[in-house]
T-cell receptor
Framework: GENVEQHPSTLSVQEGDSAVIKCTYS??????FPWYKQELGKGPQLIID?????GEKKDQRIAVTLNKTAKHFSLHITETQPEDSAVYFC???????????FGKGTMLLVSP | GAGVSQSPSNKVTEKGKDVELRCDPI?????LYWYRQSLGQGLEFLIY????????KSGLPSDRFSAERTGGSVSTLTIQRTQQEDSAVYLC???????????FGDGTRLSIL
């Protein structure tokens, strides 16, 4: 089955800096890659997703890049703010197998 | 509109008791998923319902776990004879189908004493 590795497990940055979280996946058939933000006591909230037919997608301060050859994808957050502090999860799925396989998460702490 | 609703938000029970967790998906979403999140861990898939198809139960960890989805909407996850290792947050998600964004509820935090 699919295996998703996520790094780093924790990330501390100063407000205004950029943050990058990286994930690798094992199954070359995976073609959908969402990113979720989870705040304490809440369920994961989708923040951005990318499909395998594109290499990059951007939404304001958030961007995701995908390298299908290397089987890795990354989340980039620019101009970080304290409210960006949360746990971020990457995930992957294959068309026809709708369930998501998640990474173990990255705790991002943005210090003012 | 309303998001995915889960109840109860917290549940504390004694080892050996049965528990039922409820999920109300977003109206119109045909697919429903249950995941389990243990402390400091990622989300582990449990079971998936799509329309009237037979559910994908491949993630259920033991035969003490079962789930139903009645009328293509509300789902109930049942854990029989609970064990301490069942303590976790149980999350429900729904979407409109294959490879579409999944929307999560806030989960039920289950504690087994």
């Amino acid at each position: 089955g699919e295996n998703v590795e996520q790094h780093p497990s924790t990330l501390s940055v100063q407000e205004g800096d950029s943050a990058v979280i990286k994930c690798t996946y094992s199954d070359s058939a995976s073609n959908y890659f969402p990113w979720y933000k989870q705040e304490l006591g809440k369920g994961p909230q989708l923040i951005i997703d990318i499909r395998s037919n594109v290499g990059e997608k951007k939404d304001q301060r958030i961007a995701v890049t995908l390298n299908k050859t290397a089987k890795h994808f990354s989340l980039h957050i620019t101009e970080t703010q304290p409210e960006d502090s949360a746990v971020y999860f990457c995930a992957a799925s294959i068309t026809g197998y709708s369930t998501l396989t998640f990474g173990k998460g990255t705790m991002l702490l943005v210090s003012p | 509109g309303a998001g995915v609703s889960q109840s109860p938000s917290n549940k504390v029970t004694e080892k050996g008791k049965d528990v039922e967790l409820r999920c109300d998906p977003i109206s119109g979403h045909t697919a429903l998923y249950w995941y389990r999140q243990s402390l400091g861990q990622g989300l582990e898939f449990l079971i998936y319902f799509q329309g009237n198809s037979a559910p994908d139960k491949s993630g259920l960890p033991s035969d003490r776990f079962s789930a139903e989805r009645t009328g293509g909407s509300v789902s109930t996850l049942t854990i029989q004879r609970t064990q301490q290792e069942d303590s976790a947050v149980y999350l429900c998600a729904s979407n409109t189908g294959d490879n579409q964004p999944q929307h999560f509820g806030d989960g039920t935090r289950l504690s087994i004493l």
